[in-house]
């Protein structure tokens, strides 16, 4: 069970920090900031996530290099499924892939965070009730090397400082539960890679 809880959380964060930061570059929004097809984006991740599990493969999840895509003007769709059936049609030339260096693949992944640090501007910088958690959502995305976690340390730092600042009754229920869930995952991941060590 902690093994699977700790599954669904970052799998459920990774997708909540993609489907958030891509349609605010892209605008896929309505007026209130509400995400457009949010509940249908999260099922068609769960459901891949499972069947990705069930097949054997990593994590099948939203990624944020759909940036790229969205930065290309791809709204619809149409265009990952190109890109999957190119990715069938060179199958075969999977094993090429190996010959090319990591280090090549650095330029799209900094031109993806390039796209994305805009959204940025919209952190209210002068209430540090917001700016601190958020500055440690964002320092510890690339310190993780992962989404959820930095999602994670960021739902756990406002809710402390709620909590410290005395305003803890305006922290929603689901926060403190979801930062509750947080601390528990981290303190698990610590221990078990204590006694693998």
Do not use: W
Not at 109 to 137: C, H, S
Not at 142 to 158: D, M, N, Q, R
């Amino acid at each position: 069970m902690p093994l699977l809880f700790a599954v669904i959380m970052v799998d459920l964060f990774d997708t909540l920090g993609t489907a958030t930061a891509i349609p605010n570059q892209s605008e896929l929004h309505d007026r209130q900031g509400k995400i457009l097809g949010l509940r249908e984006l999260l099922i068609v991740d769960s459901a891949s996530a499972s069947i990705g599990g069930i097949c054997g493969a990593s994590s099948v999840t939203s990624y944020i290099e759909s940036a790229a895509g969205v930065a290309e003007a791809a709204r619809t769709g149409r265009h990952s499924v190109i890109v999957d059936l190119l990715f069938l049609a060179v199958l075969f030339l999977a094993p090429v892939a190996a010959v090319v260096p990591a280090c090549a693949t650095a330029p799209a992944l900094i031109l993806v965070g390039f796209l994305m640090i805009g959204q940025m501007a919209r952190i209210d910088f002068d209430d540090t009730q917001i700016a601190i958690p958020a500055f440690f959502t964002l320092l510890m995305i690339p310190l993780t090397y992962s989404i959820a976690h930095g999602i994670g340390y960021g739902f756990i730092a406002f809710v402390v400082i709620k909590i410290v600042a005395g305003r803890f009754r305006e922290v929603h229920p689901l926060m403190y539960l979801a930062s509750a869930a947080f601390a528990f995952y981290f303190v698990t991941e610590a221990l078990a890679k204590k006694a693998a060590a």
